[in-house]
C-alpha cells in the first residue's frame, strides 16, 4: 500500500533533532509531506516562507519528501492531502501528554487518522527550537543544533 504521511510542525526554526525525526520518517514511509503551521497560538520569530526555506535547505535532498505550508486543523489538512497517518517526534515523559492527547483528538476529528510516534536519536532528546532560540539570544554557540547550511541565518537572526 502506498503510504503518505504529514509531520507537523511549527519549526521555528528547523532543528537538528527535527531533521533526525524527518529523514526517519522518509525511510520508513513512501512520501512525507512536512507541514509547517502557520499555528495562531505561538509567536514565531521566522516567517512561513522562511521556515519552509530553511526546511527546504535542509531536507529538500531527500527525494520522497515535500515541504508546504499548512494552515487550520491538522486532522483536516491530512484528509485533504490524503496522508494516513500524522509523524510526531517523542523527546521524553513530558512530551507524551501532550501528545497522545493530540493523537486522540485528531483521531476523534478524522477516525482514519493514526499517529505514529518517533524516538529521535539520543543525543537530540534535549534539543528544541526554543532552546535554539534562547541560546542564539544570549549569542552561545548553536552550531551543534541547527543544521551548518542554514546556522549564519538563524544565528545572526536571532542575536540580541
Ligand atoms: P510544535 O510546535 O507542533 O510542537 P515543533 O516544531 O516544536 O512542533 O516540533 C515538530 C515535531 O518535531 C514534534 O513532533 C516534536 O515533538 C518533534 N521534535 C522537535 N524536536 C525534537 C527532538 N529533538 N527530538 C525528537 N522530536 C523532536
Known amino acids: 500500500m502506498h503510504s503518505t504521511v504529514i509531520c ?68 483536516q489538512c491530512a484528509k485533504d492531502l490524503g496522508a494516513s497517518a500524522v509523524v510526531r517526534g517523542l523527546r521524553a515523559v513530558s512530551d507524551f501528554e501532550y501528545e497522545f492527547q493530540m493523537a ?7 477516525p482514519e487518522l493514526d499517529t505514529v510516534f518517533l524516538a529521535s536519536d539520543a543525543s537530540y532528546t534535549y534539543l528544541s527550537s526554543s532552546i535554539v532560540k534562547n541560546v542564539a539570544y544570549h549569542g552561545g554557540d548553536i552550531s551543534n543544533f541547527v543544521p551548518a547550511c542554514i546556522h549564519d541565518e538563524i544565528f545572526n537572526r536571532l542575536r540580541h
Open 8 to 75: 507537523p510542525g511549527s519549526f521555528d526554526p528547523v532543528t537538528l533533532g527535527h531533521i533526525d525525526v524527518i529523514t526517519r520518517a522518509s525511510r520508513m514511509f513512501d512520501r512525507v509531506i512536512v507541514g509547517v503551521f502557520v499555528n495562531g497560538e505561538k509567536h514565531p520569530v521566522f516567517s512561513i516562507e522562511e521556515r519552509i526555506d530553511f526546511l527546504n535547505r535542509t531536507v529538500g535532498d531527500l527525494s520522497n519528501v515535500k515541504v508546504i505550508g499548512c494552515d487550520g486543523l491538522l486532522a
Open 104 to 110: 486522540l483528538t485528531n483521531r476523534k476529528l478524522n
